[in-house]
């Protein structure tokens, strides 16, 4: 049977030093979640908190769960299941291939089931996980990215994460936050532990067919939650995994100001759709932004 970890990372909250703000008259924090573990990194494990519990509560000796060959959330959940021993089987999209992140699932013991492309856009169709329950009885079926409102559920801790840290950087209060979007699960926990004091921006890393707008609204709907401030920009730059020079170009300038390391497919994207809102006069001078850094570093080295 599968036990939860008693295990409440911390990651430190920053603050972000670029040229663009200064002259902006903007200040931003970063959240590193990026820095709470080498391999159980970003977002992920707080959106699995909540499906583990449900996991044990169902009996479960572990979780099956779907992604990509570059799935961070998958290797998030391998590498948990690892540390602390409970079995995990991945779903993933596509045909047989080896990726840098496919190698770190078997190395953590996950078990995988390639299937192909038609097969994975049928993971939203009713009765898709049924022949795996089937298959994996003693296992707890977990929609892709950890979503849904248990993922949602484990990103409220990040709000109180963020606020436990702001007299340390001289902050008084902030004035909203802004991250990458995926599946919208994150943006969905922190707009519920927010209940409308402060608006959550979210920048979306997929095109509008990914439905992450409805996703959101769902487990908002879902959380009975009837307070929300919220609003999506689109930072896909044309799709899913899309880069281009300039997305390129703009997060090694980045990282040489800051030291801090992005990733081009949720946090680069998202930290430039930030700078060009300031510069299209979203947000006045003296505004102060929490921005969440997701993690998902490991998912550079497809891009290698």
């Given at each position: 049977?599968?036990?939860?970890?008693?295990?409440?990372p911390?990651?430190?909250l920053?603050?972000?030093?670029?040229?663009?703000?200064?002259?902006?008259?903007?200040?931003?924090?970063?959240l590193?979640?990026?820095?709470?573990d080498?391999?159980?990194?970003?977002?992920?494990?707080f959106k699995?908190?909540?499906?583990?519990?449900?996991a044990?509560?169902a009996?479960?000796?572990?979780?099956i769960?779907?992604?990509?060959?570059h799935s961070?959330?998958?290797h998030a959940?391998?590498?948990?299941?690892?540390?602390?021993?409970?079995?995990t089987?991945?779903?993933?999209r596509?045909?047989?291939?080896?990726t840098?992140?496919?190698?770190?699932?078997q190395?953590?013991g996950?078990?995988?089931?390639?299937?192909?492309?038609?097969g994975y856009r049928?993971?939203?169709?009713?009765?898709?996980?049924q022949?795996?329950?089937e298959?994996y009885?003693?296992?707890?079926?977990v929609?892709?990215?950890?979503?849904?409102?248990?993922?949602?559920?484990?990103c409220?801790r990040?709000?109180?994460?963020?606020?436990?840290?702001l007299?340390a950087?001289g902050?008084?209060?902030y004035?909203?936050?802004?991250?990458a979007?995926?599946?919208?699960t994150?943006?969905?926990?922190?707009?519920q532990?927010?209940?409308?004091?402060?608006?959550?921006?979210g920048?979306?890393?997929v095109?509008?067919?990914?439905g992450?707008a409805q996703?959101v609204?769902?487990?908002?709907?879902?959380?009975?939650?009837?307070t929300?401030?919220?609003?999506l920009?689109?930072a896909?730059?044309?799709?899913?995994?899309?880069?281009?020079?300039?997305?390129?170009?703009?997060?090694?300038?980045?990282?040489?100001?800051?030291?801090i390391?992005?990733?081009?497919?949720?946090?680069?994207k998202a930290?430039l759709?930030?700078?060009?809102?300031?510069?299209?006069?979203?947000f006045a001078?003296g505004t102060?932004?929490?921005?969440i850094?997701?993690g998902?570093?490991?998912?550079?080295?497809g891009f290698?």
């Amino acid at each position: 049977m599968l036990s939860p970890p008693d295990w409440l990372p911390q990651a430190p909250l920053e603050p972000l030093h670029l040229d663009w703000l200064t002259t902006a008259g903007i200040d931003v924090a970063i959240l590193r979640l990026d820095r709470i573990d080498p391999l159980i990194s970003g977002n992920k494990w707080f959106k699995l908190i909540e499906h583990l519990k449900a996991a044990d509560r169902a009996g479960a000796q572990g979780i099956i769960s779907l992604g990509g060959a570059h799935s961070n959330h998958l290797h998030a959940l391998a590498a948990a299941g690892k540390r602390f021993g409970f079995t995990t089987v991945g779903l993933l999209r596509g045909h047989p291939h080896d990726t840098a992140t496919v190698k770190d699932l078997q190395a953590f013991g996950m078990h995988l089931h390639w299937l192909g492309y038609g097969g994975y856009r049928a993971r939203h169709e009713p009765g898709f996980w049924q022949p795996w329950r089937e298959q994996y009885l003693q296992l707890h079926p977990v929609p892709e990215g950890g979503g849904g409102l248990p993922g949602a559920k484990g990103c409220r801790r990040l709000k109180e994460m963020a606020c436990e840290q702001l007299s340390a950087l001289g902050w008084s209060h902030y004035d909203g936050w802004w991250l990458a979007c995926g599946t919208g699960t994150t943006l969905a926990g922190l707009v519920q532990a927010e209940a409308g004091e402060h608006p959550v921006y979210g920048a979306l890393a997929v095109p509008d067919d990914h439905g992450v707008a409805q996703q959101v609204e769902s487990i908002l709907h879902e959380a009975q939650l009837l307070t929300t401030a919220y609003e999506l920009f689109d930072a896909s730059r044309g799709g899913f995994a899309k880069v281009d020079p300039l997305l390129l170009e703009f997060i090694a300038q980045t990282e040489q100001a800051s030291g801090i390391p992005l990733e081009p497919l949720y946090t680069g994207k998202a930290l430039l759709a930030l700078k060009q809102q300031i510069e299209a006069g979203k947000f006045a001078r003296g505004t102060r932004l929490i921005f969440i850094h997701t993690g998902g570093l490991q998912g550079r080295r497809g891009f290698s």
